[in-house]
């Protein structure tokens, strides 16, 4: 069997031979070689326009898209950097400030961290539960927007956490000055969710 497989491998090697003469007897030339070294350019280069875009596309479209988290002071401190760019500010709803106007519907309010002040402005009806004025403060606020060249903070989105601590077993409420008080069924309800 091993002579059969040998002597067929010689007889494909002879046709292949006499093709391959004459075709050139013919003037026909060759190009499988070619053919093959000039696809696989052809590749390699579709495979590097391809890498080079996403690249240039995560270093330099991405940019628009990302958000600074920052605290108040930060923000003012660099207002003229940072106007008209998406950033998350972080703060405490200074207790009395919170307005909500009807028509258009909105909501006005200050925040603050490390003694600065930002005044925001939320041109939506829907704020989270949690977002309420306590006079006694400790209302964490995040807010997400942009600040506008007047200096106030145009928000798109509002994070609210209160600061004061709820224990289920007592039903009680630890305020931010460290007093305990009865919850009521709403802050119950509000704190278990």
């Not at 499988?32 to 330099?60: D, E, N, P, Y």
């Not at 990302?66 to 108040?72: E, H, I, K, T």
């Not at 106030?152 to 039903?171: G, M, Q, V």
């Amino acid at each position: 069997m091993k002579k059969t497989l040998d002597q067929e491998l010689a007889n494909a090697v002879e046709e292949t031979e006499a093709v391959a003469a004459s075709a050139t007897a013919e003037g026909q030339p060759l190009h499988t070689g070619q053919a093959k070294r000039s696809a696989s350019w052809g590749l390699l280069a579709i495979l590097v326009c391809m890498a080079a875009g996403i690249a240039l596309l995560v270093l330099f479209g991405f940019k628009e898209a990302a958000v600074y988290a920052l605290p108040v002071s930060e923000l003012k401190a660099r207002a003229t950097e940072l106007t008209g760019r998406r950033v998350r500010v972080d703060g405490e709803l200074v207790p009395g400030t919170l307005q909500k106007q009807d028509s258009p519907c909105e909501y006005s309010f200050q925040i603050q961290a490390s003694g600065a002040a930002l005044d925001v402005r939320y041109p939506q009806c829907i704020v989270p539960d949690t977002f309420r004025d306590r006079p006694e403060g400790g209302v964490k606020v995040t807010v997400t927007g942009a600040l506008t060249k007047s200096g106030n903070f145009e928000a798109t989105e509002i994070l609210a956490k209160c600061a004061s601590k709820y224990d289920p077993k007592t039903h009680e409420i630890t305020k931010p000055d460290g007093t305990k008080v009865k919850a009521t069924p709403e802050e119950m309800m509000n704190a278990e969710q």
